[in-house]
């Protein structure tokens, strides 16, 4: 996924920027983002947290 810088004058204009580039991506690139994300905050090791939740509610994997 290529970068995009786009300048506006308000936030109003970038919030606008921000939905309508959100709405041109397909829900796989979405889902990217949101790994890339994920893994710069918690990085690359990180347990998923939905497992020890179903653990300790004692319903397993879903």
């Known amino acids: 996924m290529d970068r995009e810088v786009n ?3 308000s936030f ?3 919030d606008r920027h921000d939905r309508e ?3 041109r991506m397909t829900p796989d690139e ?3 983002v949101a790994a890339i994300l994920r893994e710069r905050a918690y990085g690359k090791d990180c347990p998923d ?3 020890s939740e179903w653990q300790r509610r004692g319903q397993g994997q879903k």
């Open 49 to 51: 947290v939905r497992e």
């Open 21 to 23: 580039q959100q709405w």
């Open 7 to 9: 300048k506006t004058r």
């Open 30 to 32: 979405r889902f990217e």
């Open 12 to 14: 109003a204009d970038a």
